[in-house]
C-alpha cells in the first residue's frame, strides 16, 4: 500500500491494471465462467462488508464535518491550506481514508459478477471505479484540504446510505418491498457527480490564485529590500 502511494508510477499502473482486468472479467470472463453457475448468495459476506463500509463511510462524513465546522471553511469555495493545526490534519486524515475506501470499493464489481448481476456492470461503473482511486491519490498528494474536503464529505454522507440499501437489498424481496427509497438515492448520487467537479474545480482555482498572489508580494517584498540595500552602499 505504501509504494502505491508514494509512487505515481505504480499507482496509474494498478489502476489501469485493475481497468483492464474488470473490463475482461465483465464483458468475457466473469460472465462465460458464472453462465452454468448458479449466482452466488454471499450473503454471510456481503452484510458484514455492506456494513462496515456503511461504518467508515460515516466515519469520515463526520471527521469531515467537525474539522470543518471549526475551522469555519466555506462550503462554496475554499482554497487549500498549508498548515498544521489539529482539524487540518484531521481532515488531511479522513480525506485519505476516503481515498482508501475507493480502493476497497473494487470489490464491489467482483460482489456483481459472482451475484450474476451483469446488468450493474456498465461502463460507467468500470470506469468510475477506476478512476477515482487515481483522481484522489492527487488529493491527498497536493490538495488535502480546502474545498477537497466537501465532495468527499458528501459523497461519504450518500455512500452510507448506499451501503446501507445495498446491505439490506441482500436479504431479498420481504426487505426490498420497504426500501421505496432507492430512486433519491440515484438521484442523489447523480447530483453529486456534477457537484464534485463544480466544487473542486473552484477551490482549486481559488487556490492556485491565492498562491499565486502570495509569490508575487514575496518578489516584490524581495525587490524592495534589495532595492533599499543598494540605496544604502550607493
Known sequence: MA???????SLFSTAYEYYLWTLSLSVWKGPKYMANRKPFRLTWLL????????ILNAYIAIQLLTASTRLRYSYICEPCREKYHPDELQIANAVWWYYFSKLL????????ILRKKDGQLTFLHVYHHSTMFSLWWIGIKWVPSGSTF????????????MYS????????PKVTQYLWWKKYLTILQLGNQV????????G??????????RKQVQTQ?????QHESEKKFN
Do not use: K, W
Open 195 to 202: 457537484f464534485f467537479g463544480m466544487d473542486v474545480g473552484c
Open 150 to 161: 466537501l465532495p468527499a464529505m458528501v459523497n461519504s454522507a450518500i455512500h452510507v446510505l
Open 3 to 9: 509504494n502505491v502511494i508514494n509512487s505515481t508510477q
Open 204 to 213: 482549486q482555482g481559488n487556490t492556485y490564485i491565492e498562491r499565486n498572489n
Open 165 to 172: 440499501y445495498y446491505g439490506l437489498s441482500v436479504f431479498g
Open 221 to 225: 517584498s524581495h525587490n524592495g529590500v
Open 105 to 112: 470499493e473494487f470489490c464491489d464489481t467482483f460482489f456483481f
Open 47 to 54: 452484510i458484514p462488508y455492506n456494513l462496515s463500509m456503511a
